[in-house]
């Protein structure tokens, strides 16, 4: 049973198993599959983990660079735990509270607006364009970017959760060309690893110094539980989200297991997965499609399949103690639409 309106990797982590798991300072904590810890191996846990967590940066930094041709570097990263975490430390570093705003583009990731909320910071909505593919309504977006100089973040999220569809690349960049707005553009990428044809915005943030993209190691990597998430942008942009984050934010335990995901045996296991996941995804949208009252609505770019049921939400009952689990989308256009893991 797992939870459908968390997304996480029903798979499992990508970790090989006799992988080191390394907690600093030359201490091992132990292997991967032990379920007993040896005391001895356990002395790295007394001490405060890496602060700036460089070695973790540049194996994620290889990753990137390999996979979608980046130049980074670790100065191009700021680590925190998960993305729920930047999204925050973004909002409080970038926006005065009762004086700035974000833009968000619905239906999308809830916490944007919960944290903009929480920080007194107004929202203002330019839904998806539902009739295509719920891409970004780009001049209606561009106009409300120009509206008011306190608009200071601009967040997309590519793959979209939930519609599943990847946002134009093109377009992500004509937002980030738009003359008239000197706020920064968030591109919430969390699912990226799904969608190997949608090339990543990593490689624009040595160009584009008002941009930020967001990557995690709680989806593609199912490892949700060790919280660790990447804001990727230019170094002085990073420089200011270091500064401001909390030190020691990630244990040593989830840097360790971090790198030990990053490592060539465990990218291939991720690779593997990953293929699985994509084979599931398409056969989980071809048979919701022979299903009477049901539309899909959604991409493939992602790890769940947004679907429409079609005429009143009584002909269908979907009972919350069924195995399979179905996400109600409330901001959606129509109460109707569920989303439904692929993975
Ligand atoms: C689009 C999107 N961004 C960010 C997150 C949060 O990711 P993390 O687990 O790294 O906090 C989620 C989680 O579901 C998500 O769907």
């Known amino acids: 049973m797992m939870l459908a309106d968390l997304n996480e990797n029903a798979l499992g982590p990508s970790i090989a198993s006799g992988s080191c798991l390394e907690v600093g300072q ?42 979608d041709g980046a130049a980074l570097t670790p100065a191009n990263l700021c680590c925190s735990t998960g993305l729920d975490d930047i999204i925050d430390l973004l909002v409080r570093s970038l926006c005065r509270p009762g004086h700035d705003q974000i833009v968000i583009c619905p239906p999308v990731y809830h916490m944007y607006q919960t944290t903009a909320t929480i920080n007194d910071v107004e929202t203002i909505s330019i839904p998806l364009n539902t009739q295509n593919n719920f891409q970004l309504r780009l001049t209606a977006l561009q106009q409300a970017l120009c ?50 044809r949608s090339p ?69 296991i991720l690779d593997a997965k990953l293929m699985s996941i994509f084979e599931e995804r398409s056969r989980l949208a071809r048979e919701l499609g022979r299903i009477q009252g049901i539309r899909v609505r959604g991409g493939l770019d992602a790890n769940f399949v947004l679907f429409e049921v079609c005429g009143t939400t009584s002909e269908f009952s979907f009972s919350t103690t069924s195995s399979i689990a179905v996400a109600p989308i409330n901001q959606f256009p129509q109460p109707s639409a569920v989303i439904t893991p692929s993975g």
């Open 200 to 268: 990543s915005a990593v490689r624009l943030v040595n160009q584009y110094p008002r941009l930020v993209v967001l990557q995690t190691l709680s989806k593609a990597f199912g490892l949700a539980s060790i919280r660790v998430g990447f804001a990727v942008a230019c170094a002085h942009l990073s420089a200011i989200l270091n500064n401001v984050r909390k030190p020691y934010a990630i244990s040593g335990p989830s840097i360790a297991l971090a790198k030990a995901a990053l490592t060539k045996p465990s990218l291939a």
């Open 26 to 67: 030359g201490a091992t904590l132990s292997e991967i599959g032990l379920i007993h810890v040896p005391e001895e191996s356990c002395e790295g846990l007394s001490r405060y983990p890496d602060l700036h967590q460089i070695e973790l940066k540049q194996a994620f930094c290889d990753f990137r660079n390999v996979r």
């Open 147 to 196: 509206s008011d100089p306190n608009i200071k973040i601009c967040f997309v999220c590519t793959p979209g959760n939930p519609t599943g569809h990847a946002i134009s690349f093109e377009d992500i960049k004509a937002v980030l060309d738009n003359p008239g707005w000197r706020g920064i553009l968030v591109v919430d990428e969390a699912y990226i690893d799904f969608s190997p």
